[in-house]
């Protein structure tokens, strides 16, 4: 099975438990090793869209209000960074080395997963037998503003691992985010420079949860 080196968290609402993930002992030369492991599959998965939460003293958690309240095209700004618009940003990021998963191969699904709590489910989302498969999950992705912070991308995201007989062996799920002062634009014009601020956000927010999974301390026996 192709080495993977991040180790990785379980969160619960009860506690936090980390995994640490193995290094399997080396096997003669690199291209009999090579020869020997297939490639990781790395399966992801786009979120439904775009979000928002404003926090303030006259609309405290109003779900979606920014996406509504702006004197431009309401639906425009929520379609910012759809399925679509999310898969194009992060196909300019190297995602097996941001994942230290080596030699793997992208396998990209347009659409969202079903909505539901992360880390539920214990099967593979997909129909793959490849011993070494991992999913990268974009759960939510919500613009977060405030009166004093300002605006912000939040993203929340799931990586998990299986093993070589299907079973979940590692999973980790947290947020991160990125700030935002273009979006939502004011103007038409606007426009084009507030979703590349979003995409943007979206890949930084992304290299931020990545670099969480890699510094996650190792379980406690």
Not at 96 to 103: E, I, M, Q, V
Not at 104 to 126: E, F, N, Y
Not at 174 to 196: V, Y
Request: positive net charge; hydrophobic residues 40%; glycine residues 8%.
């Amino acid at each position: 099975m192709q080495s993977m080196k991040w180790p990785l968290l379980i969160l619960a609402s009860c506690g936090l438990t980390s995994i640490a993930i193995a290094q399997p002992p080396s096997s003669g030369t690199a291209e009999a090793s090579d020869t020997a492991a297939p490639a990781c599959e790395l399966h992801i998965w786009p979120s439904a869209g775009l979000e928002s939460v404003t926090e303030g003293w006259l609309l405290n958690q109003t779900r979606n209000q920014a996406l509504r309240g702006k004197a431009g095209d309401a639906t425009e700004l929520a379609e910012a960074l759809e399925p679509r618009a999310q898969l194009d940003a992060i196909g300019t990021l190297d995602l097996p080395g941001a994942f230290h998963l080596g030699r793997a191969r992208l396998i990209v699904h347009k659409d969202p997963l079903p909505a539901g709590p992360a880390g539920t489910s214990k099967i593979r989302q997909a129909a793959s037998t490849n011993p070494c498969y991992v999913e990268f999950i974009i759960r939510r992705l919500v613009y977060a503003r405030n009166g004093f912070a300002g605006g912000a991308l939040q993203g929340f995201f799931t990586i998990r691992a299986f093993d070589a007989q299907g079973a979940l062996s590692r999973s980790f799920t947290s947020m991160a985010d990125a700030p935002l002062a273009i979006f939502p634009w004011k103007a038409p014009q606007d426009a084009e420079s507030g979703r590349n601020e979003l995409r943007n956000a979206l890949r930084t927010d992304i290299l931020t949860f990545a670099s969480y999974a890699q510094k996650a301390p190792p379980k406690r026996q």
